[in-house]
């Protein structure tokens, strides 16, 4: 690929601490091949809980191709790299029985949906240590779905699917933050809060998050919901014809 990325190439969203601490910890190349090749699997599900099968990953020529290896010896890797990676509590494995298990990225909403499932969650290795300070703020406060209806407008099967997903890539109080300021400028359109988000992902985290405040900042909110936002969400709708 000596020309780099062609234009409109998609992305996949990968944890920061798989980026930071864990990729400290990690010292295999094939588990931390394995784990990304999951997680860009469990991505393109698009839901929550998204999981893929360990079959997925056998047949997978990616996968394979990578490992440089097949048949048992394959088996083994792959089975060795989740294991590890479920210990250092990046993925999660359900046993669905007659010897079906199921890998799931371990994230607070997989959790949460596997609960309500009915499906217990709980393993023995711990969570994935966060590259920010664990402060109150850090917590979910209020339901996104919920806060999204009372805010903006009714939850559409769409939208619903489009919050699911977002909660996928961002802890809960992101996305409850971007609904506020799409509120505040009466930008009622999921296209704002995504913007939103999609420059939080890249210029990082909500700073009245991190400072402890309820996501009513103590700056100008005014300036604070940034008509960029929206200006880049005009420019764009005019680029697709849109009125």
Do not use: C
């Amino acid at each position: 690929m000596k020309n780099g990325f062609p234009r409109g190439v998609q992305f996949t969203p990968v944890p920061d601490p798989l980026l930071a601490s864990l990729l400290e910890e990690i010292d295999s190349l094939d588990e931390l091949k394995v784990v990304l090749r999951a997680i860009h699997g469990l991505h393109k599900l698009r839901k929550v809980p998204a999981s893929i099968g360990f079959d997925d990953l056998l047949s997978d020529r990616t996968v394979a191709s990578m490992l440089k290896s097949s048949g048992t010896q394959l088996e083994e890797i792959v089975e060795q790299s989740v294991n590890s990676a479920v210990e250092r509590g990046i993925l999660l494995v359900v046993n669905e029985g007659n010897g079906q298990r199921r890998i799931l990225l371990n994230t607070e909403p997989v959790r949460r949906a596997l609960i309500r499932q009915g499906v217990d969650p709980t393993i023995e290795a711990r969570k994935p240590a966060e590259t920010w300070a664990d402060t109150e703020s850090a917590k979910p406060k209020q339901d996104a779905v919920t806060f999204y209806e009372q805010n903006i407008a009714s939850v559409t099967p769409i939208v619903a699917e489009n919050i699911h997903a977002a909660l996928e890539q961002h802890p809960e109080d992101e996305v409850v933050l971007a609904i506020r300021y799409a509120a505040e400028a009466n930008a009622r359109s999921w296209n704002y809060i995504a913007a939103i988000l999609r420059r939080w992902a890249i210029e990082g985290r909500p700073e009245e998050l991190d400072d402890g405040s309820d996501g009513t900042t103590e700056r100008d909110l005014q300036e604070d919901r940034s008509d960029q936002f929206y200006e880049e969400y005009l420019k764009r709708q005019r680029a697709r014809g849109a009125n």
